[in-house]
């Protein structure tokens, strides 16, 4: 059996990190789907920015501009909106057929507004109104900004994909901001059966840091002893952060107080593992997939994982195993002197720079091909 598909068994969705208009003319997310059990779609500026630069998809657009004195950020809104409705459009079979468990495609408000809520409220609202779906997810990143405008937003029905986590910490704001909001929609009448949201946490960004880090403390001298106790951590603490994040999912997704939600229809908010490509050629091309299988559950997968996974991918119900060990994996990391806080920070402040620097690019590539028309 396709490995892909034995995900589902186990309470996990597949979804595709990627978004090009080929996606949908040539039938390739029709074919996911069918073939491999595809459940969603999630995009970025990074991957508009290559389907922009790398594709002629969007001549048609490009040629109906021309003289109309359209700028670069109107015309790739308008290319996004009309490629996530059309994913939207071919996954609301899934959507339908899971009861609106699943068959989301996500689009991102502007990296700029990261750290601005107000200005992230107002282009989600926009955004959602705009794509006119019910099964589209608008991306918000869980920044300290981000995450009054998440809970503000779901009080208001809208579905949305909260990105950028890194922290355990933070992830937990963001799933008690979920919870919160549902009760603020529930009380004023709204139903919460129609509400969905995943939390998108990183992980082989985690790793990539950690290794840095590593390296670092091994160059300016190291025991034999503390040597291995650097050397044994690479590879690993991403995976522990990710169990010990659904750790807290299961604690924050019980109880009275949700029993109270989930008695009026209410969806868990999921965990989506994002950043699921391995980064280091010494690590398994698979392994944020198969270390990371449990219930309630997304992987969103960039094209080249999901082939390997479906190549040589093993299924096995990965994601509480060995709770103590991920534990101790932690605590090992801040006995080495590597902050964990220090880590997160770091990567919550990069992945917005590199965010808005896609985008700028993005921006830029449309206004080129726009002037060239």
């Known amino acids: 059996m396709n490995p892909l598909r034995q995900l589902a068994e186990l309470g996990q969705s597949l979804w595709v990190d990627n978004l090009q208009r080929s996606y949908i003319t040539k039938g390739t997310l029709k074919k996911f789907i069918d073939e491999d059990g595809l459940k969603g779609l999630t995009s970025n500026p990074t991957i508009f920015q290559k389907a922009v630069s790398g594709s002629e998809d969007y001549q048609d657009l490009f040629d109906g501009a021309k003289g109309k004195g359209i700028n670069g950020n109107d015309l790739y809104e308008k290319l996004a909106v009309r490629d996530v409705q059309g994913a939207a459009d071919i996954l609301t079979p899934v959507y339908q057929a899971t009861k609106g468990q699943d068959g989301y495609a996500s689009l991102e408000v502007s990296p700029r507004l990261a750290l601005n809520t107000e200005g992230t409220l107002e282009e989600a609202r926009r955004l959602w109104k705009t794509l006119a779906r ?158 990371l299988i449990g219930k309630d559950t997304v992987n969103t997968m960039p094209p080249a994982t999901i082939d390997a996974f479906r190549d040589h991918g093993k299924v096995r119900p990965s994601l509480e195993e060995d709770l103590p060990g991920a534990e101790a994996t932690m605590r090992q990391l801040e006995t080495a002197g590597i902050s964990m806080k220090s880590v997160t920070d770091q990567l919550s402040t990069d992945g917005i720079r590199l965010f808005e620097e896609s985008f700028d690019q993005l921006l830029s590539a449309v206004g080129e091909k726009l002037a060239k028309t």
């Not at 990539?208 to 690479?234: H, M, N, Y």
């Open 134 to 291: 019910p099964n589209v997810m608008i991306k918000v990143p869980g920044t300290v900004q981000g995450l009054p405008a998440f809970e503000e937003l779901t009080a208001e029905g809208i579905n949305v994909n909260v990105t950028l986590l890194f922290s355990q910490e933070r992830y937990k704001a963001i799933a008690e901001a979920y919870v919160s909001g549902l009760e603020k929609f529930a009380a004023s009448g709204g139903d919460v059966s129609r509400v969905a949201s995943v939390a998108s946490f990183f992980i082989s960004r985690i790793d990539a840091a950690v290794d840095k880090e590593i390296e670092k403390k091994l160059k300016a001298g190291a025991t034999p002893e503390q040597q291995k106790a650097l050397e044994g951590l690479s590879g690993k603490v991403a995976i522990a952060n990710a169990k010990l994040a659904y750790r807290t999912f299961k604690q924050v997704f019980s109880g009275a107080r949700w029993e109270a939600l989930a008695k009026k229809g209410a969806k868990v908010q999921r965990v989506l593992w994002a950043s699921t490509s391995t980064k280091s050629p010494k690590l398994r091309d698979v392994l944020y997939v198969e270390e």
